[in-house]
């Protein structure tokens, strides 16, 4: 499964709203006998990074969105959680 465009406001952020939600992808995707949930973010998203990697997401690889992001270095994170036998 896919987790894509995931977005709070601002002026909701800082309240666990976005943890909360990403907990439920989790447990909608196990539910369904998902094997895993996979996401991509940039660079400047350090705050989501950080979100996803405290929930246990491991970065799987990096990817430039077209030919100019190559050129400004400016890279894209994939992100992949895997549900095995213990979650």
């Known amino acids: 499964m896919e987790l894509k465009r995931m977005s709070v406001s601002r002026e909701h952020r800082g309240r666990g709203l976005a943890r909360a ?4 992808v989790l447990g909608f995707a196990r539910a369904r006998g998902c094997g895993a949930v996979v996401l991509t973010t940039s ?4 705050a989501a990074q950080g979100l996803y990697e405290g929930l246990g997401f491991r970065r799987v690889g990096t990817s430039y969105p077209n030919v100019l992001g190559a050129l400004l270095n400016f890279q894209l ?3 992949r ?7």
């Open 81 to 87: 959680y895997d549900f095995g036998d213990g979650d």
């Open 43 to 46: 660079m400047v998203q350090v």
């Open 21 to 24: 939600l990403c907990r439920e």
């Open 77 to 79: 994170f994939h992100y």
